[in-house]
């Protein structure tokens, strides 16, 4: 007889109440939550990263253009749940695969475009003040 069978013809007493059942989905949203890290709370007005940081979550770069001064160090952190990698368009710069929690730096001395070498829609530009 299958779980599902028996599942339906066992006596109510024995089926779990739907208080075991919000408890057990409770559970598992904060199992899902715990596994996602920390949240970015975003306010009007705010930056959406220090000068030179790009920060990558939600499969994109933030922010996607980002203007620095020739001799920056760009920082760029992996926020995401996904890996990710920083790589130029013109085949420059190759991070390797960013786990998540991980970061890339890089001294920024040309304009430089980059993506995601696993995610392609993933992309982002660096240009130079001035």
């Known amino acids: 007889m299958s779980a599902v069978t028996d599942m339906v013809s066992s006596p109510p007493e024995a089926r779990p109440g739907p208080r075991r059942v919000a408890g057990l989905a409770l559970v598992g949203l904060f199992v899902v939550l715990a596994l996602a890290g920390p949240a970015k709370v975003l306010f009007a007005g705010d930056d959406e990263g220090a000068p030179g940081e790009v920060g990558m979550a939600g499969l994109s770069f933030t922010p996607e253009t980002l203007a ?3 001799g920056t160090e760009v ?3 992996n926020d995401d749940v996904a890996p990710h990698t920083v790589t130029a368009t ?3 710069v190759d991070s390797g695969l960013l786990a998540p929690g ?4 890089l ?4 304009p430089l475009d980059y993506l995601c070498a696993i ?11 001035g």
């Open 90 to 92: 013109d085949g420059s």
């Open 68 to 70: 620095v001064a020739v």
């Open 119 to 129: 995610h392609s829609n993933m992309a982002g530009t660096i240009e130079l003040e």
């Open 107 to 110: 001294v920024i001395n040309e």
């Open 102 to 105: 991980d970061s890339f730096a």
């Open 75 to 77: 920082l760029f952190r």
